[in-house]
T-cell receptor, first 112, second 118 residues
Framework: GNSVTQMEGPVTLSEEAFLTINCTYT??????LFWYVQYPGEGLQLLLK?????DKGSNKGFEATYRKETTSFHLEKGSVQVSDSAVYFC???????????FGSGTRLSIRP | DTEVTQTPKHLVMGMTNKKSLKCEQH?????MYWYKQKAKKPPELMFV???????INESVPSRFSPECPNSSLLNLHLHALQPEDSALYLC?????????????????FGPGTRLLVL
């Protein structure tokens, strides 16, 4: 079945550091891939998405590229801010499924 | 506007109480979802409604009863809950389920209702 694996947290970085959160997936067909962010005490917000191979999703300085050859969708940001501290969920939705499969989440903390 | 609203924001209830969670969207979406999220875990799907009809029930106990009175509203009725049901309950919506067209429709989430069962 479909599954998502993302790097264990917590990840702690200093402000302005480069961020990578790894995400790999297993799926049949052509899934859509997503990154959701959850700030403390809040619900999930869609951060970015990609719906086909080689698509790059981007938003608020974050980027992720849909790599079918490596079945990956790593999240990157060139210079993180304290306000980026949150939990980040990688997720996929299969081409014939209505449910989203979430990764376990990665907690990110940014030090001033 | 990609807003999904949920009320109440917080709810404390006893095991004998009956309460309801409400979710609303005005994006014209025809698929709506309930998720349960325990602390430090990803959301778990509970129910999916498509065109006001229940499409998926992920083997949720009958003490949780969903209702979709119209295309904009989704309720979750709670009765005789247990302390282990304490969690963040998230509502989401998407344009449709996407399976008929082969397109994958993005789900937009509300802020959640934080439920504590005593």
């Amino acid at each position: 079945g479909n599954s998502v694996t993302q790097m264990e947290g917590p990840v702690t970085l200093s402000e302005e550091a480069f961020l990578t959160i790894n995400c790999t997936y297993t799926a049949t067909g052509y899934p859509s891939l997503f990154w959701y962010v959850q700030y403390p005490g809040e619900g999930l917000q869609l951060l970015l998405k990609a719906t086909k191979a080689d698509d790059k999703g981007s938003n608020k300085g974050f980027e992720a590229t849909y790599r079918k050859e490596t079945t990956s969708f790593h999240l990157e940001k060139g210079s993180v801010q304290v306000s980026d501290s949150a939990v980040y969920f990688c997720a996929l939705r299969g081409s014939s499924a209505s449910k989203i499969i979430f990764g376990s989440g990665t907690r990110l903390s940014i030090r001033p | 506007d990609t807003e999904v609203t949920q009320t109440p924001k917080h709810l404390v209830m006893g095991m004998t109480n009956k309460k309801s969670l409400k979710c609303e969207q005005h994006m014209g979406h025809r698929a709506m979802y309930w998720y349960k999220q325990k602390a430090k875990k990803p959301p778990e799907l509970m129910f999916v409604y498509s065109y006001e009809k229940l499409s998926i029930n992920e083997s949720v106990p009958s003490r949780f009863s969903p209702e979709c009175p119209n295309s904009s509203l989704l309720n979750l009725h709670l009765h005789a809950l247990q302390p282990e049901d304490s969690a963040l309950y998230l509502c989401a919506s998407s344009q449709n389920l996407g399976t008929a067209t082969g397109r994958q429709e993005t789900q937009y989430f509300g802020p959640g209702t934080r439920l504590l069962v005593l």
